[in-house]
């Protein structure tokens, strides 16, 4: 069979898969996530020697040690997806509720109703825990999953596949609810990517070659983000002391992640007494600044490189900083939005109207007042889980859990309406 | 200049300006709103005039009359715009608000912000209101629009977005919140759509084609429906007099809209005493029947056609109704599932579980029980405008509002959280 059509029995399967999904209750739901996280736990044998043979092939590859800790299902990794699945059970279930219904003058009581999206199709890259994780959300948001991991991680996550899929069908959950695509060919991504007809999303999450690659190659509707270009503006009236910790968190708490700061923003007015502070700080922490010559000059001794245009649109996504002074707050603001890319913002001021203008002002997905940039993600603001970040404004904008696995029909109960 | 030159120059004004119109009051909005509305009763003699031109080009081209009078911005069609305007400055503005806030166990206050979603490209044909009622929709929302309408109204279009600039000067919103497209070439089309940079939202707004045209060649988001195959189910528990009203509302009331019912779906407990009776029902209405084995029996002498596997899966938009008795229920339910669009759907009965088992199961974007298929209308439902329907499950599902024109951001207000 060739691949296209491979594909579009897969996804086929998945689509029927969603029709019974949407109307299972929550306790069934529930009850097969428990069982997958049981099956994962008593597995654990199994998964790690299959785990192995991707392991052995990653190393004969030469692959960077970083990568191969990535691919590894440690017994700690085990035990993290089993309990993310019941995680995940115990969260509330957004399918089949009705925020409120109005009345039309006719009589007609109208409602939105959230009900899943149908077949939700995901396309990552090396860590096979993404298999748990995205099959978990996906389960509970009653949607089909079309798993498509990377090659180097085929046979763990075909392992993982089995049992989550023994699980489904104790519970009697169809098994074409939780598909892993077992052909390792990218264009199965290809074919996946037109089926307009079936698959209702596509999330990629990896590196923005992957990224990029599924957004310019699908007809299905994709939920995105390239980078992370996040910044931290200390205004000219804030807590210097927080701006110290909140920039030094921003960066240096996990620099590999897409929430960590990038540029750290400061007002004139402050920069002569913050910089050598925050310098300090820094370099304490062991990051690498690259400045704007007012930034340099209030350095002084403290290590520092000049910027290049370039590093103001980088994602370092390491302990690197490009560290600007700005003459405004507009010129902040203006900084964000040109060199930016719209994933998550803040500012450090006790100004009440400052605050309030960077809040109204400022359109990215996530603006935060005195916080942290690396606050930015689902478990952090609350959703209870996250499956991908978006930086479209479409559907979804910033941390994505449950809520954005489904969407919302309108309902209409009436009493024989029709229109004159 | 290229004509991807052009395109991208005048999407990125669009962008900028969409930055000031993010802050903009409703104040602010409202009355450029009305100036807007203002300014077409004003030029009246001056949009005929140029509305002329394109008439007479298209009776020489040898358009279809109906076309011809699409076209035609008669007396009543400058009113209805501009009394659409003023009815959209009197909707309530989406902008800022924020339903709630929920507190972290760390003080961190979440909550997510409604904005709008920045530029939004409308895409059209041979109607010139679109041009101002698409317009007063993204105003409203705080969106810049492109606008680019069919070669036909060409002329139209550009008197109409002079006058609509004009109103917005006097209001000190950027005259780049509203552009048409100069160029008839189609290639313009295919450039806005790939400026992902700077164009949020795309809408078109017509025939399938047109859809389908946009749909493939969109690296922007797009909000479509291709069709709107509808069906109206009459249960063994319906109110047969009502199954009668809500048949005839559906297909004859307006047949050439997307919400007429297409498909009359009958259970096979009742067929014997509905079929007659809605059979000579939408004789008298004009409706020719194309029907299955059971129905053609039942209807007797009752003109009628036998109906094709085609004639299930077509949006006829015209006197022309597909019926089908069915066996059960989950029978009603599978046609819906394999012919349908996702668009509108009702059931007719008195019984209360059969009622709330359609609302559950269907996953259509509409589900109504005991209402016509014709009430499938952001206006009748409520929302107090319609920009466009959607049967993609993304974002919007159904008709959609204001609200549809925006997106949520988290905010945060902290008081100094740094992650641990």
């Known amino acids: 069979m060739s691949i296209a059509a491979e594909m579009s029995q897969l996804a086929g399967r998945a689509k029927t898969a969603s029709r019974k999904l949407a109307t299972l209750r929550s306790g069934t739901k529930n009850a097969a996530l428990l069982a997958m996280a049981e099956g994962i736990e008593k597995a654990k044998a199994h998964l790690q020697s299959e785990n192995q043979k991707d392991v052995a092939a990653a190393e004969q590859k030469g692959l960077a040690s970083a990568m191969v800790d990535r691919l590894r299902l440690t017994d700690k990794v085990i035990a993290q997806m089993a309990q993310g699945l019941r995680e995940v059970a115990a969260l509330p279930d957004p399918v089949g509720s009705v925020s409120g219904m109005w009345v039309r003058p006719n009589g007609l009581k109208v409602g939105k109703m959230r009900i899943p999206l149908g077949v939700v ?193 980088a994602e370092f996504l390491d302990l690197i900083l490009a560290v600007r002074t700005v003459d405004s707050f507009d010129d902040a603001v203006a900084h964000i939005q040109k060199y930016g890319s719209d994933h998550t913002e803040t500012i450090v001021t006790q100004n009440y109207s400052t605050a309030q203008r960077f809040l109204e002002t400022v359109t990215s997905s996530c603006v935060f007042v005195n916080a942290s940039t690396r606050f930015s993600d689902g478990f952090e603001l609350g959703l209870g889980a996250e499956i991908g970040i978006s930086t479209s404004k479409i559907h979804a904008y910033g941390p994505m859990g449950l809520e954005g696995l489904t969407t919302e029909k309108f309902i209409v109960y009436g009493d024989g309406q029709a229109r004159g």
Chains 1, 2 share one sequence.
Do not use: W
């Not at 959950?173 to 199965?188: C, E, K, L, M, Y």
């Not at 910790?245 to 929430?259: E, I, T």
């Open 121 to 313: 199709c995901i396309v990552y890259e090396s860590r096979p825990n993404v298999t748990v994780d995205a099959a978990g959300l996906c389960l509970k948001a009653g949607n089909s999953v079309i798993l498509r991991g990377g090659s180097e991680a085929i046979y763990s996550n075909l392992a993982l596949a089995e049992i989550l899929q023994k699980a489904l069908s104790v519970s009697q959950i169809p098994s074409d609810a939780i598909q892993v695509v077992q052909t390792t060919d990218r264009q199965a991504v290809l074919e996946l990517l037109k089926l307009e007809q079936y698959v209702d999303l596509a999330i990629p999450r990896g590196g923005e070659g992957l990224i990029r690659f599924v957004a310019e190659n699908s007809r299905v509707p994709v939920i995105k983000h390239y980078k992370g270009v996040c910044h931290t503006y200390v205004d000219k009236d804030a807590d210097l002391e927080m701006g110290v910790k909140l920039a030094v968190n921003g960066k240096a708490q996990r620099p590999g992640v897409c929430n960590a700061t990038e540029t750290l923003l400061i007002h004139k007015d402050v920069s002569k007494d913050f910089v050598p502070k925050v310098g300090k700080a820094l370099r304490e922490a062991g990051v690498e600044l690259r400045v704007c010559p007012v930034t340099a000059k209030l350095l002084g001794e403290i290590p520092h490189k000049a910027a290049t245009e370039d590093d103001y649109y």
